[in-house]
């Protein structure tokens, strides 16, 4: 069902909220997209997001600092979630969205996953017609940038 970004990105930081708090982590919002605007399935994209917010958590140290931006474009919708965290290099990046690839994570132990939450999110957004790309510097953090049409 249809359901719009900002109201849809408040649920999924509430379902997502321990997983934050046991980090202690800071999430920003800056949702200046239009409030009502609606681009797609409820579930997918309430998966997309949380998909996203939960790397950033898991790849960073201590402390995270999060930052979900979504903004109206020309045909569409922008979506930006950031972080400050581990990073990776651009080899690493190429692969991201390859099904059960995952970067070895060195001294930040113990960080569980599939390596499919990203082939999924990639798959979504190319149902609907979307672009994602990552811009990613090792140690420094990373920002996934995405962009959906609206129909
Ligand atoms: P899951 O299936 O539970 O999501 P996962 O998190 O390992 O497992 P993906 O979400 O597909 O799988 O991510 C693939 C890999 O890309 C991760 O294992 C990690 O190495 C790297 N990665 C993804 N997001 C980030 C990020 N924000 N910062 C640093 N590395 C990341
Ligand atoms: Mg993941």
Redesign the pocket.
């Known amino acids: 069902s249809p359901v719009a970004m900002n109201e849809l990105i408040s649920l999924v930081v509430d379902s997502i909220s321990l997983q934050l708090q046991k980090k202690n982590a800071e999430l920003v919002l800056v949702l200046d997209a239009d409030p009502d605007v609606v681009i797609g399935d409820e579930l997918h994209l309430s998966n997309m997001i949380y998909?996203l917010i939960?790397?950033?958590n898991?790849?960073s140290p201590e402390n995270p600092k999060i930052t979900v931006k979504t903004k109206n474009l020309a045909n569409g919708i922008g979506i930006e979630v950031q972080?400050e965290?581990?990073?990776?290099t651009k080899e690493?990046t190429k692969r991201?969205f390859d099904q059960f690839?995952?970067?070895p994570?060195g001294n930040l132990h113990d960080v569980?996953?599939?390596?499919?939450?990203?082939?999924y999110v990639n798959d979504i957004i190319k149902q609907m017609n979307g672009t994602i790309r990552v811009q990613?510097e090792k140690d420094k953090g990373?920002t996934f940038v995405i962009h959906l049409p609206i129909n």
Not at 112 to 119: A, I, N, V
Request: zero cysteines; glycine letters at 18%; proline letters at 0%.
């Open positions: 998909n939960d790397n950033a898991k790849y972080d965290g581990i990073g990776m690493q991201i690839y995952r970067v994570t569980k996953g599939f390596g499919l939450g990203l082939s990613s990373t």
